[in-house]
């Protein structure tokens, strides 16, 4: 059997190595174990190994693992598309939803968001490669939502999150990448206080770094192949 763990902490080295070699402080740019269809076992390897943050992108199956690790202090990041009568139990039981693309949802979040719970913190997803099949809003809609967002003080607009389509090509994912980091320093520049850039997966998480990323969301890197 392989060892989740030994595997991990590989990956958090060669992630390490990488920041040197953009002259990023590791600890500005924060891995996400995405442990969605992976097994409570294996995740406890990986806590094991002295990872706090997991990912999961259906609601009820992230439920139960809440549930189940209850024990460790984790933090739980929301990674998949938003169905409207499921935004209760993402309020209740995530601390993060990186895949906001409507008002409506969160203005939903906002509304049932406990007063007793800090601000969910949110990214916007953007569809970059304008992908039809694609979460995401447009790049032109991303100012116009976050301004909108600023109002839902049980909210905390944190940066920007995007999936783009996957390429082979190093010099074309960093170019991707590149226009997620235009538009977060955009909307910097227009005084919006982000500070999170969600992007980078198993097989582009270097380009990701290279171009500013602070949050890397990966998966089979860590647990093997998906079935
Ligand atoms: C599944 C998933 C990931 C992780 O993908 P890997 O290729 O397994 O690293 C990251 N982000 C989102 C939104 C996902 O759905």
């Not at 392989?2 to 924060?30: G, M, P, W, Y």
Request: charged residues 20%.
């Amino acid at each position: 059997m392989k060892n989740i763990s030994e595997t991990f902490s590989q990956l958090q080295q060669q992630i390490d190595i990488c920041c040197q070699r953009h002259s990023r402080q590791a600890r500005q740019v924060r891995l996400i174990a995405v442990s969605k269809t992976r097994a409570i076992a294996d995740i406890e390897q990986v806590i094991a190994a002295g990872q706090r943050h997991f990912a999961e992108n259906q609601v009820q199956e992230a439920i139960d693992k809440i549930e189940a690790l209850r024990r460790y202090p984790l933090t739980w990041h929301f990674i998949g598309q938003i169905q409207s009568n499921k935004t209760p139990s993402i309020a209740r039981y995530f601390q993060w939803v990186h895949s906001i693309d409507r008002l409506k949802i969160a203005q939903r979040l906002q509304q049932q968001r406990s007063v007793h719970l800090p601000p969910l913190n949110i990214c916007l997803q953007v569809n970059l490669d304008n992908e039809p099949q694609k979460a995401g809003v447009a790049p032109e809609q991303v100012l116009p939502l976050a301004k909108q967002l600023l109002d839902l003080k049980q909210l905390r607009l944190r940066g920007l999150m995007a999936v783009p389509k996957a390429r082979t090509d190093y010099q074309q994912q960093r170019q991707v990448f590149a226009k997620l980091r235009q538009l977060f320093d955009d909307l910097r520049q227009q005084g919006i206080a982000v500070d999170t850039l969600s992007m980078g997966m198993t097989n582009d998480w270097s380009a990701a770094i290279a171009e500013g990323a602070t949050m890397l969301r990966i998966g089979s890197a860590i647990f093997g192949e998906r079935q």
